[in-house]
Antibody
Framework: QVQLVQSGSEVKEPGASVKVSCKAS????????LHWLRQAPGQSPEWMGW????????MYGRNFQGRVSLTRDASTTTAYLDLSRLAFDDTGVYYC?????????????????WGQGTLVTVSS | EIVMTQSPATLSLSPGERGTLSCRAS??????LAWYQQKPGQAPRLLIY???TRATGVPARFSGGGSGAEFTLTISSLQSEDFALYYC??????????FGQGTKLEIK
């Protein structure tokens, strides 16, 4: 079955960077886009960006451009989120989610399988 | 950016009742609308996409309707496990993909 398993919770100081991993299994890694979303406490999810695991192409949300980097390692079927210059309002649960569409070159924007989430706390 | 607005913020119903949740987009998203269910401490779960198509494994008591800018999620007979948070999300015009602020379905 499809599984997305994320790395554990992180506590970071303001100005630091965080790297979150998402290990995919149960499907062809290169065949589906992966998205990253953030959910701040008591808020709805916010889309951060996507990566094409086949080509490595990425697209980022405007709120995160310049601070976020999405990468992948096809040999380990793992995707990564790097977020720099952390601020207090970056605190939240970060999710990876697979796109519904099976394609090397296009996506739907429908999030059909989600990781369990990674809590990132920014605190001094 | 397309703004999604859900109503009501909280819906209080009893098991066995019918529940209807609403979602409005700031402009037409055609039928490119999804619904998610989220329980405390869990990731969101895809319920409906393309406004009315149930995702794999979703019970038939969940149905989606609407098109353009007005959508509904209906739960025909509420079960105890259905009391949760529900989000709508548009994927017609992006970036970004955008979510509503959520409707909390609680037991009356």
């Amino acid at each position: 079955q499809v599984q997305l398993v994320q790395s554990g919770s992180e506590v970071k100081e303001p100005g630091a960077s965080v790297k979150v991993s998402c290990k995919a299994s149960g499907y062809t890694f290169s065949g589906y886009y992966l998205h990253w979303l953030r959910q701040a406490p008591g808020q709805s999810p916010e889309w951060m960006g996507w990566i094409n695991p086949n080509s490595g192409a990425t697209m980022y949300g405007r709120n995160f451009q310049g601070r976020v980097s999405l990468t992948r390692d096809a040999s380990t079927t793992t995707a990564y989120l790097d977020l720099s210059r952390l601020a207090f309002d970056d605190t939240g649960v970060y999710y990876c989610a697979r796109d519904l569409r099976t394609s090397h070159a296009s996506l739907d924007g429908i999030f059909d399988n989600w990781g369990q989430g990674t809590l990132v706390t920014v605190s001094s | 950016e397309i703004v999604m607005t859900q109503s009501p913020a909280t819906l209080s119903l009893s098991p066995g009742e019918r529940g209807t949740l609403s979602c409005r987009a700031s402009q037409s998203v055609f039928s490119k609308l999804a619904w998610y269910q989220q329980k405390p401490g869990q990731a969101p779960r895809l319920l409906i996409y393309n406004a009315s198509t149930r995702a794999t494994g979703v019970p038939a008591r969940f149905s989606g309707g609407g098109s353009g800018a007005e959508f509904t999620l209906t739960i025909s007979s509420l079960q105890s496990e259905d009391f949760a948070l529900y989000y709508c999300q548009q994927y017609n015009k992006w970036p970004p993909f955008t979510f509503g602020q959520g409707t909390k379905l609680e037991i009356k």
